[in-house]
């Protein structure tokens, strides 16, 4: 709650930074930002702003929202605060959240034909180390040494377990696990190890010596792989469309985001949802300008609005 309408704005905003920025640098989820139309947005609110982004199957999954309330909510529930001149006010209000629907948007975006790929942020196991011919004098032992060595910088676990080194490769990528660290008797010989990444199975020997730096590195490289190819799918997965008839045979033909111009109006967008089954999904900060008018009415267009199907 705020005493003026400036400062409550202000956090509206300053909250959808707050996550779009945890999406994109710890999800590695590329987010669009931008604001809901009247018919999309929160009941009662003034404004709602929202992150949208794309799943794999190209539908949109909302996957964050601050709105701002002004004071209608407090007048209406008769919520008031003593101001500075003694006067009695009533607040301006926010209210924001992200929910656990974001698990499912992390899976929905990252997960490929073998399971999970986790983020490097929020992955329970960062690196499994998985011992080779461990039954062979010394590996166990390495291994575990490596684990009380690596666990004061990442969340990091063996399995030691009598499963097949193949079984427990499909194992840990069923579970997302960004990083798999090998160890066996060569590798000990030559004071190496093998990291493979969850993402792209891209394998590099690295020297036991700077493991952490290397690993912190292979890291990196997954949130980066996996964000760089979630914004290549959208944005090759998202088309303009220049008239009604165009963004009709999209939405039934492409799954993904159109880009259209609109005028602002409640019913072209009911219109849209009627012959295509897109809502509008955002107005987003960064526009586009692709015509002067509305593709649904032929009015002049207010502005570039993501029509798409949703979660
Ligand atoms: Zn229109």
């Known amino acids: 709650m705020h005493e003026t309408a400036e400062e409550a704005k202000a956090e509206t905003e300053q909250m959808l930074k707050v996550y779009a920025d945890f999406c994109e640098n710890d999800l590695a989820i590329p987010v669009i930002k931008g604001r809901k139309t009247d018919k999309e947005k929160f009941a009662g609110a003034e404004a709602t702003y929202t992150i949208e982004a794309m799943m794999h199957d190209g539908k949109a999954l909302q996957s964050g929202t601050s709105h701002y ?21 009533h607040p301006f209000q926010t209210s924001w959240g992200m929910s656990t629907r974001i698990i499912g948007g992390i899976i929905m975006t990252h997960g490929d034909d073998n399971g999970l790929v986790l983020p490097p942020a929020v992955a329970p196991i960062q690196v499994i180390i998985l011992p080779i011919a461990m039954h062979k004098p010394g590996v166990l032992e390495k291994a575990n040494e ?4 690596l666990k004061k910088n990442f969340r990091v676990k063996v399995d030691d377990s009598d499963q097949s080194p193949g079984w427990k490769f499909a194992q840990y990528e069923m579970k997302g696990v960004p990083l798999r660290l090998e160890i066996g008797p060569k590798d000990i010989e030559k004071g190496q190890c093998v990291l493979v990444r969850r993402s792209d199975r891209e394998k590099v020997f690295v020297s036991l010596d700077n493991l952490e730096a290397a690993i912190e590195e292979q890291l990196e490289e997954v949130r980066k792989g996996i964000y760089e190819k979630a914004l290549a799918r959208r944005e090759s997965m998202t088309y303009p469309a220049a008239n009604l008839d165009e963004l009709k045979e999209i939405a039934d033909n492409k799954p993904g985001f159109i880009k ?52």
């Open 69 to 89: 309330f002004g004071d209608g909510f407090a007048k209406a529930f008769n919520v008031t605060f003593q101001g500075r001149d003694n006067s009695i006010c």
């Open 146 to 149: 490596l684990k009380e060595r």
């Open 260 to 311: 259209a111009m609109w005028c602002g109006d409640e019913a072209c967008e009911e219109k849209l949802k009627e012959v295509a089954g897109v809502s509008s999904r955002c107005m987003p900060f960064e526009q586009e300008h692709l015509g002067d008018t509305c593709i649904c009415c032929g009015k002049p267009a207010k502005s570039m609005v993501y029509w798409g199907k949703a979660y």
